[in-house]
């Protein structure tokens, strides 16, 4: 039972690769495993405020319920061009 | 049709094939990279994407300009990986009945892609490197609203 999170940018740095799995019991909304992810990765805690975060490859909020083997994309403000 | 590539980006190429006769202006954006930012010269950039989501933000920002402008098409492609001094980032072409949509409609496909595209950069400088500071959310973006960094 698990979750995988993409993570991009200063995120990719916050957690030293460029995913993270995190080992969930059922189902749970996005915000509290983002919570458990920055315990333990601290460095992500200043960043999560700004990021903006996809559920299966579509936009989603801190709301979303996340099933097991779920893959979370972690995405900081953008800077294409 | 891949929008996002690795390798070098030729306008040209890249614009071959956008509009027809009914389409009596088109514009054309070639974003490169400048070898400096601010104080500091740039020996680099280095592009990532989450490329799923970033292809289908492009192609959702094509599709909004031939909505929005009637009769016209768009066309976008972006480099991902590193990117020297004056090379080029990235291309948007938009092709109209007439010149005001053209204008018009590829200033806002390039905002809307700096805006809400999953695309970052970093800048590399002789003595470190730093992520390019990221844009807000577009108002109309379906991205939630975040704030900007710093």
Known sequence: ?81 | MSRLTDQPLDPAAALAGLGDAAHGAVVNFVGRVRGRSGERTVLRLEYEAYAPLAEQVLAEIEAEVAARWPGSQCVIRHRLGVCLPGEVTVVIGVASPHRGDAFEACRHALERLKHEAPIWKREVYPDGSAWVRGQDAHPTSPRPAGTPLR
């Open chain 1, 1 to 81: 039972m698990s979750v995988r999170f993409l993570c991009f940018a200063q995120a990719r740095d916050a957690v030293e690769g460029p995913q993270v799995e995190l080992e969930v019991s059922g189902a749970q909304p996005l915000g509290a495993l983002l919570d458990r992810l920055a315990g333990d990765y601290p460095g992500l805690q200043p960043l999560l405020p700004y990021c903006a975060f996809s559920l299966n490859g579509a936009w989603c909020q801190r709301d979303a319920v996340v099933a097991d083997g779920a893959e979370v994309a972690i995405l900081p403000p953008v800077s294409g061009g």
